[in-house]
Structures are given as structure tokens and as C-alpha cells.
């Protein structure tokens, strides 16, 4: 038995797949026999001067001993956590600060090239570079978050992909006539290109919207766009909902629409496929295309309105297809073990720096 520290970070008010996955190590780790324990400290993105000074909670605090107990292992997971320090740390990677990286010099960063920013952004990059190398172990949940990671950091990780947070609670039943969305309501999830798809996707075909807004704003725009489009009818807010009706509203969907821009995993890819249902997505997407594949279990198509309301009208207009899609990626699912425990490998090799002396 090991006493072990598993790293979160808590945006406050919001909730995600960062906080599924933590759960879940968490709960593997104790069903293991091991004395796990969670800290989150609360993080927020603004003012971006401030990143820095959280940054530094993580690593002043001495994870040797806590509680008069000796920790033997911190496993870091998420941009500041991993700048905590202990003789024996472990990685696993869900993302890094990607307004510095991979988002910079988009619409979903507010770094500029401004002096200011500039020098904050190289201070962030070479601490992450000294604090991501002396990890034990570095894994990320998905391909692109480790390809991120070498080609930014030039640092080599091992891809660990996290199993379903409701491994077999997934279903397939007749598909009703709505495209199903789910995750948090912000402009990098991109919710609004369905929303302007809409309009083009035959009228019958409703949108059931799960999530939480965590953007100042976001709401206010969504609602704009919905009555631009006179779609008051067509489109559910559903909010947050139980596990058990998220199965059931995957289940009973026509497809699902997930399209973020440049996705470090998604598990929202996979649990469409573990409830037998096409997938529609983008081809910017990053970490969904590690699991759709065009025309074999989904569509991929460019990210703007159009291509996303013909798409799902593919959908729509012959279901009988549509149908097939979601059975093979309901197969592919099952052959790689995802829908299944999957935890064996991840306990075995998160905690490999106890093995070491």
C-alpha cells in the first residue's frame, strides 16, 4: 500500500472532464488498497498576470508530509499542478496552459504579442520545460496532448488513454429525432456552429444542449443565435443532468455533434460510440479524430455552419446509415477495451516510480 496524492484543479462553479477523471484515478487507486487523497486548489484564468503566482501555491507546498503522513507519490494531472515537487512525481497530462501554446494567435487566447505578454508567456513555457522534465513518469490522456507536448516542450510522454467514466451503463436504443450535444457552454467547444447549422438540418430534427455555461456571456450569445434563427422550438438547454439521464439521452440520439476546436480527448467521442451513435465532428478537432473515422463510424467536415447542417442531414435523410455508423463504432469501442475496466495499466504505470530507487 502506498499513500498517494492525486492533484486536481478546481475551477470554481465549473465542471468537466478533468474532474470525471480525477474521480476515477482517485477511486482505482483506493479500490487498489492505497491510501489516495485528492487537493485542488482553485484556479482561474484572469487576471492572466496572476498564473504565475498560482503556479507557485503548487510548488511551495512540501508534499513530503501531510497530515503527519508521509506521501510516496504525487500524480499531477493539469496545468499548475504538475509544478508541484516531490522525490517522486508522476504525470498524467490532460493539458497544458494553451493560450501559451497551441491556441496562441487564435480567437480562444487572450496572449497578443504585446512585450507584457510575450515575457509572460516565455516565464510559463520554461517552467513548465523544468517541471514536466523532472516528473518520474509523463503520460498524457490522448496522442495530441503528448504530440503537444514534444513539439512545444520537447518532451518525450506515453500515451494513456482514459477509460469511460460509466463503463457498462452504455446503451444503444432507437434514435429519436435530435442531435445530442453535451459539455461545457464556451467558445472553444463551439456549440454555436451547431446552432447556425440548424437552420439547414430538416426541421423535424431538435437539439438537446447538456452543459453548463462558464463563460461570462456565452448564454446571452447562444440566445441571440436562437432567435436569429426563429429556433426557439428546435433547441433544450438541459443543463446539468444525472449520469443516468446522460445515458439514456446518448442512447436515444439520432447522432452527436462535438466539435471543439483542437481537443486534448473528449470523452464525449467515445461515449456517443459506447452508445452505438455517429459522431459528427470537425476536422480541426484534434483529439476526436484519434477515434472517428470518416464515413466508418462518423462524419468529419469542415468547422463552419454549413458543412456541419449538410452533414447531419447525411444523417438525418438516411438513417438506416446513420444507424450502421454508430453499430461500427460501438464495435470499434469494444475491441479496444475502452468500454471495459482499462484502469489495470494506468495504476501499473503511474505508479512504476515506486519501483524505482
Known amino acids: 500500500m502506498a499513500n ?23 477511486r482505482e487507486l483506493k479500490s487498489r488498497g492505497h491510501n489516495a487523497d485528492l487537493i485542488e486548489l482553485p484556479y482561474t484564468v484572469l487576471p492572466k498576470e496572476s498564473i504565475l503566482n498560482q503556479a507557485a501555491y503548487y510548488r511551495s507546498i512540501d508534499f513530503s508530509t501531510l497530515g503527519a503522513v508521509k506521501t510516496d507519490l504525487v500524480i499531477a494531472t493539469k496545468f499548475p499542478n504538475y509544478f508541484a515537487k516531490h522525490t517522486k512525481k508522476s504525470v498524467w497530462l490532460v493539458h497544458q496552459h494553451r493560450a501559451i501554446y497551441d491556441l496562441f494567435g487564435t480567437r480562444f487566447a487572450d496572449f497578443s504579442d504585446d512585450p507584457r505578454d510575450e515575457a509572460l508567456r516565455s516565464m510559463i513555457a520554461t517552467a513548465d520545460q523544468q517541471c514536466l522534465a523532472e516528473a518520474d513518469y509523463l503520460a498524457g490522456i490522448s ?49 454555436d456552429l451547431m446552432l447556425k447549422a440548424l437552420p439547414i438540418v430538416h426541421k423535424q430534427v431538435k437539439l438537446k444542449i447538456v452543459g453548463l455555461p462558464d463563460e461570462p456571456g456565452i448564454m446571452d450569445y447562444y440566445q441571440n443565435e436562437i432567435a436569429k434563427h426563429h429556433l426557439q422550438d428546435r433547441v433544450e438547454f438541459l443543463g446539468r443532468v444525472s449520469n443516468e439521464d446522460l445515458v439514456n439521452l446518448f442512447a436515444k440520439s ?104
Open 143 to 191: 496522442a495530441n496532448v503528448v504530440e503537444r507536448l514534444n513539439h512545444y516542450n520537447h518532451l518525450k510522454a506515453e500515451v494513456l488513454y482514459p477509460p469511460l467514466p460509466q463503463v457498462g451503463k452504455y446503451y444503444n436504443a432507437p434514435a429519436e429525432e435530435y442531435i445530442l450535444s453535451v459539455g461545457r457552454l464556451c467558445s472553444i467547444k463551439r456549440v
Open 4 to 26: 498517494i496524492i492525486v492533484l486536481g484543479v478546481k475551477v470554481p462553479y465549473t465542471s468537466g472532464g478533468m474532474e470525471v477523471l480525477v474521480r476515477d484515478l482517485l
Open 254 to 357: 439520432l447522432a452527436v455533434y462535438y466539435a471543439p476546436y483542437n481537443e486534448d480527448y473528449g470523452y464525449v467521442t467515445l461515449e456517443a460510440m459506447a452508445s452505438g451513435k455517429p459522431v459528427l465532428t470537425a476536422n480541426d478537432s484534434g483529439g476526436t479524430l484519434e477515434f472517428v473515422r470518416h464515413e466508418e463510424n462518423g462524419l468529419i467536415v469542415d468547422a463552419n455552419p454549413d458543412s456541419i447542417g449538410h452533414g447531419m442531414n447525411r444523417f438525418v435523410e438516411d438513417k438506416d446509415r446513420a444507424k450502421q455508423l454508430g453499430l461500427n463504432g460501438l464495435a470499434w469501442i469494444d475491441q479496444s477495451g475502452l468500454n471495459s475496466t482499462g484502469w489495470d495499466t494506468i495504476i501499473e504505470r503511474l505508479l512504476s516510480p515506486l519501483n524505482c530507487e
